[in-house]
């Protein structure tokens, strides 16, 4: 079985997409989000991100809260709209550091689960994904998690196993704008 390192923005998004891709891979979480906005946001979306893989069986790594990753890289975004340029770089922003984890630790390749999101474009992320698995050198694994119900099974799976559920995707750009999540 091939080995996934695979980015999760949050427990809940995780919980369809570990569902899905459990049957065909030895998975491992990688929780890192510097876009989320408040050290206390990090850390209470960290402990549900492994509360929930405990009960499933499943790995969680993550290198802390680096909020400096995230702002750093969107200097001059600040208004953009949600979906816009900025919500790209935070993908490539985190999908950067993925991939780079996962050729250092050993994985067959890396994904994510933001595409679980129906407000976040899978070809996008994707397209991302993909740019960035050809330049760190590890393949990706390309998904779009909200197909066939992919994300109300997600809010399914919230409610069987009682995670918090955030309002927006954590980035304090995004915080007034509950579509966001």
Excluded at 113 to 139: D, Q
Excluded at 140 to 165: A, H, V
Aim: contains cysteine.
């Amino acid at each position: 079985m091939k080995k996934l390192l695979l980015h999760s923005c949050c427990g809940p998004c995780s919980t369809q997409v570990i569902d899905v891709l459990r049957k065909e891979y030895d998975i491992t979480i990688y929780y890192y989000n510097p876009n989320i906005d408040t050290e206390e946001e990090y850390l209470h979306r960290l402990a549900e991100q492994k509360r929930f893989c405990a009960e499933v069986g499943v790995e969680v790594i993550e290198d802390g809260y680096n909020p400096h990753e995230f702002l750093s890289r969107v200097v001059g975004l600040e208004k953009e709209p949600e979906g816009g340029a900025r919500c790209s770089v935070c993908f490539r922003v985190r999908l950067e550091k993925t991939a780079a984890k996962a050729q250092w630790m050993g994985f067959d390749l890396f994904g994510t689960t933001l595409t679980v999101s129906p407000h976040k474009n899978a070809e996008v992320i994707n397209a991302i994904g993909l740019s960035v698995a050809k330049k760190i050198g590890v393949a990706f694994l390309e998904g779009n998690y909200k197909k066939q119900d992919g994300y109300k099974k997600s809010i399914e799976f919230s409610k069987k196993y009682n995670l918090y559920r955030q309002n927006y995707c954590g980035c304090i750009f995004a915080k007034g704008d509950n579509t966001s999540k």
